[in-house]
């Protein structure tokens, strides 16, 4: 694939060369675009970890869905090595963004939200996760556009979880250690009959 009309980062390129060899570990010859995602994810940046996790989403748990899918992606039998036609599709609409962004180049960042924006595939697999694949865009939209501290003064905070008046398993079972803060910590109890000579 001819990458001279991108204007990559080092890490984008890598990211590139990278999904070949993850097709590679799969048995796959054609690239697609969950080789690119998931040899993206392997990354350590900043948008991308920090909107995944503003979203609630493990990326340790992304990669291993993304595993899974493509143990069970099958493909015809090929003869040789390919990138798939989306894959141009991401990088061309990746450049726009970034041209409207008014970056001089092109992230793993840029590329993680062509293809979120783009594959519906990949949309789909999200959406399966229970993942609001909506809000997942605009965040990435708003963090790569404005960075992450406005990102985060932006989104509306989450409410505290509410604890419940009774735990389900309080209601059945006894609270040792409600029972050690009452009676002390030195006293053994709840085996009266296994120490009993």
Known sequence: MDLSNYNLTPSSKKAIEDSIEVAEKFGHLKVIDLHLMMSILQFNHANIDYVLEYNDIIKDGLIKGI????????????KKAIFAPEIKEILDYAKSK????????????????????????????????????????????????????????????????????????????????????????????????????
């Open 67 to 78: 595993i899974y899918a493509l143990i069970n992606y099958k493909e015809p039998r090929r």
């Open 98 to 197: 970034a041209v409207k962004f008014k970056d001089n180049y092109i992230g793993i960042d840029h590329i993680l939200l062509s293809i979120l924006s783009t594959r519906e595939e990949v949309a789909n697999f999200l959406i399966s996760l229970e993942i609001d694949i909506n809000k997942l865009v605009k965040d990435f939209e708003n963090c790569i556009s404005k960075g992450f501290e406005r990102v985060s003064a932006q989104q509306q905070v989450k409410p505290p979880v509410k604890p419940q008046e009774t735990n389900e398993i309080e209601s059945c079972c006894e609270n040792l250690n409600e029972k050690i803060s009452k009676r002390g910590t030195f006293e053994i109890f709840g085996r009266d009959k296994e120490i009993e000579l």
